[in-house]
C-alpha cells in the first residue's frame, strides 16, 4: 500500500472514532441518561418550592447549633467545593491533623458542654473526597441532644427522625448505614417546638 494510502486510511479511522466516541456515543448516554434516571442524571438536586436548596450527593457545611454538622471537608479554598474533591492527605502522624481533630471536637464541646459522651470519629476527620453528604447514625445521635434543646424540641422526637432519615446498607450487605445530613436538617426545620415553648 502506498503511504497517502495509508495516510488516507489512517485519517478517516481517527474522523470516524472521533465522531464515534467523542459525539455520538456520549449525546447517547446523556440522552439515555436524561430518559431513564432524569434526577440522578442532573445531579441529584434536593428542590422546594422551585429552589435548588443542594444535591443528595454533595455535603454543605452547617455551623448553626441547630442544625445537625456534617463531615468536615478538606478541599480548597472553600469547604464542600465539588470543583476540588480531595482529602487532607494527612498521614495518623501528622501534628496537623491531631491539631485539627483537637479544634473540632473542641467546637462540638464548646455548643453542647453537658455532652460527654465520645466524640465519633467522622464527626471530626474529613474523608476522601471532601464532599461526604452522610454521616454516621452514631454522629447524628450525638448532636440530638444539642439540637433538641436549642430548637425547643422533644430528644424522642428528634432521634425518631433521625432514624427515619438513616439509610441501610445497601441490599442488606454493602457499605454503612448513613443520614443524608442536608436531608435531615430540611426535616427538622419541619418539626414543630414544644407548645409550652412557643413564643405568644
Known amino acids: 500500500m502506498k503511504p497517502l494510502s495509508m495516510l488516507r486510511a489512517a485519517l478517516v479511522v481517527i474522523v470516524l472514532f472521533t465522531v464515534a ?3 455520538i456515543y456520549p449525546l447517547f448516554v446523556t440522552g439515555a441518561a436524561q430518559l431513564l434516571f432524569p434526577r440522578q442524571a442532573n445531579g441529584s438536586l434536593i428542590v ?3 429552589r435548588v436548596l443542594g444535591s443528595q450527593l454533595i455535603g454543605q457545611p ?3 447549633p441547630r442544625y445537625f454538622w456534617g463531615r468536615p471537608s478538606a478541599t480548597a479554598p472553600f469547604a464542600y467545593n465539588a470543583a476540588s ?3 487532607s492527605n494527612l498521614g495518623p502522624t501528622n501534628p496537623a491533623l491531631f491539631q485539627a481533630v483537637r479544634a473540632r471536637v473542641q467546637a462540638l464541646r464548646a455548643v453542647d458542654p453537658d455532652n460527654h459522651a465520645p466524640v ?3 464527626l471530626v476527620t474529613s474523608s476522601a473526597s471532601g464532599l461526604d453528604p452522610h454521616i454516621s447514625p452514631a454522629a447524628a445521635y450525638y448532636q440530638a441532644r444539642r439540637v433538641a434543646r436549642v430548637r425547643g424540641l422533644d430528644e424522642s422526637a428528634v432521634n425518631a427522625l433521625i432514624r427515619t432519615h438513616t439509610a441501610d446498607r445497601w441490599l442488606g450487605l454493602l457499605g454503612e448505614p448513613r443520614v443524608n445530613v442536608l436531608e435531615l436538617n430540611l426535616a ?3 418539626m414543630k417546638p414544644h407548645q409550652s415553648e412557643r413564643t405568644p
Do not use: A, I, M, Q
Open 120 to 122: 465519633p470519629v467522622d
Open 21 to 23: 466516541t467523542g459525539l
Open 62 to 64: 452547617f455551623s448553626d
Open 85 to 87: 474533591s480531595n482529602g
Open 48 to 50: 422546594r418550592g422551585g
Open 188 to 190: 427538622l426545620d419541619e
